[in-house]
């Protein structure tokens, strides 16, 4: 009896430091969103030049992951997660080299 009642503490014990991880690391990025913003406008800058492209780099590893995934299920052999890899970053590759493009 006493071994079940440790165990299920141990388990909220988890679940509540995964939660209060995922808190301070929200926190800790919207703080330091804003205080990049306050520098920009200190320095008379525009600050929506902090804005980022995370979200569009997290889908196209996601898109080519998942193109990797279904390729390497045509091709012989055990290596999934290699040709996954492998195309997430080509994707990324390929987005940078568009954006530095762009940029110009």
Do not use: H
Request: proline share 3%; no cysteine; aromatic share 10%.
């Amino acid at each position: 009896m006493n071994n079940q009642f440790l165990g299920s503490s141990f388990l909220v014990l988890l679940i509540v430091l995964i939660l209060l991880t995922i808190f301070g690391i929200v926190y800790i990025y919207v703080t330091s969103k804003t205080k990049e913003r306050m520098a920009l406008i200190e320095k008379g800058m525009d600050p929506n030049l902090a804005k980022s492209d995370f979200w569009i780099q997290v889908g196209i590893i996601a898109a080519g992951s998942a193109l990797g995934l279904i390729v390497s299920d045509m091709i012989p052999g055990g290596y999934g997660p290699l040709v996954a890899i492998l195309f997430a970053g080509a994707g990324l590759v390929i987005y940078n080299i568009f954006r530095k493009s762009k940029a110009k």
